[in-house]
């Protein structure tokens, strides 16, 4: 960290765009050398002080120095990523990632090339390799109708305020784009050595290639809130800085708050450089997500049915507005990433009045205020009400059900014995009785049969059967 930091400043100060930069491949050793690190340090812990995601990436021994050198310098992500573990890099490398579990169905047995191991996968590396090129090519088309010159001109004051919003995004957009063709590219190449392997879909029957994605444009640009932009952008970072920071700075048996948070943007500021934009963007996206979790927390629910399964009627009003909040919002955000400088990020955030600080902090302001017990007060007396409508409902059915009848004799409806089998078995073994008794007395007498038997019976009974 310390070594790509000095580079980091000395490509601050240089300044020299037309020079090969070294930092970007540095990032991802970093990833890797401090997820290593944490590895190796939770393999000498006991397996009952682990949560679930350290056990799965514990080393309880080092692996030998050729191992390690080719997990480091894994050359398909190596100057741009994706960062990964070194339990995957084994897995792969001793192809156990491969095997078929026991009783899998043979059918969905993945095709390889004679005696390998490793699944076909020329075809899924082709496709990311060609959606990479068209990211690229779109980033080049866009990058010359929406750039930092037109933000920053005279130009951009003449047009209307949600215009200027409008061009803001678009310049996130055409900037994400770069990344989106890069990431791809990288992506192919780890499907094509077999490390991007995930099994095989339980439904389909074929080969997921996504261990390694790091990013997903479609959940991007449709993301209705921050944790769905965040979860989809740079995908391998997050789970490196989740895993190793944000999990890491909370005490145990507590939940992150904003301190983790905090920490964490930060964490990813510094990883990133030194330019004043990246510690604008992460901080105000560090409160974002705070302000994010406390909508999603205190607001979505009064959209949803209270018992929170099904949404209402006016829920798809919440869902646009959130959407449009949360593209607004992260295009404010992140345009001091791309103009790296502070009175760049200063002047453009100007420029459009800073409403996003302003809404942040309004935000933070409502939730700290006794409003929020308002809304807690008024979700709890709505699932109240909610179980005493359902109660008063089920008792409303209960009671437009036709009451059972009450028995007071033995006999029902239509003259028929409340058990007819029971009082036909009595009545024949009340004659059988007769019938022995008769016989101890020397009366000669037979067992009634047939039509003698009905006839008995119905004495018996005092009815016709």
Known sequence: MGHMSVNHIYRQFANAPDQVDITGAQMVLVMKLTGFCWNVYDGRLKQDDLAGFQRERALSQLPSLLDFAGYVLFFPSLFAGPSFDFVDYQRWITTTMFEIPKGANPNHVPPTRKQRKIPRSGTPAAFKALTGLLWIFLFLKFSAWYNTSLVLGPTYMTYSLPRRIWILEMLGFATRMKYYGVWYLTE??????????????????????????????????????????????????????????????????????????????????????????????????????????????????????????????????????????????????????????LPDSLLVWSRVYFYTVIGTAASMAFFASPAKQWLIRRLNARQRDAKVQQQAKQQAQ???????????????????????????????REIKEEVEARRRRGVSVSMPRGQDMKGAVEDKLGRKL
Not at 199 to 212: I, V
Not at 254 to 280: C, D, E, N, Q, V
Not at 398 to 403: G, I, N, S, V, W
């Open 188 to 341: 192919g190449a780890c499907i094509l050595s077999g490390l991007g392997y995930k099994g095989m879909n339980s439904k389909t029957g074929r080969p997921q290639w996504d261990r390694l994605e790091n990013v997903n444009p479609w959940g991007i640009e449709t993301a209705q809130n921050t944790r769905a932009y965040l979860e989809n952008w740079n995908k391998n970072t997050n789970n490196w800085l989740r895993s190793y920071m944000y999990l890491r700075v909370t005490p145990k048996g507590k939940k992150p708050g904003f301190r983790a948070s905090l920490a964490t943007f930060i964490t990813s500021a510094f990883w990133h450089g030194f330019y004043p934009g990246y510690y604008l963007s992460f901080l105000l996206a560090a409160f974002l997500q705070t302000v994010a979790k406390n909508f999603r927390r205190f607001v979505r629910p009064f959209f949803l049915t209270p018992d929170g399964q099904r949404p209402t009627h006016y829920k798809i009003y919440y869902d646009i507005l959130s959407y449009l909040t949360t593209q607004a919002a992260f295009c404010f955000t992140t345009a001091p990433f791309v103009l790296l400088s």
């Open 398 to 428: 209960q009671q437009a059900l036709p009451p059972e009848p009450k028995l007071e004799h033995p006999i029902m409806g239509g003259g028929l014995p409340s058990d007819p089998g029971k009082e036909l078995d009595d009545a024949v």
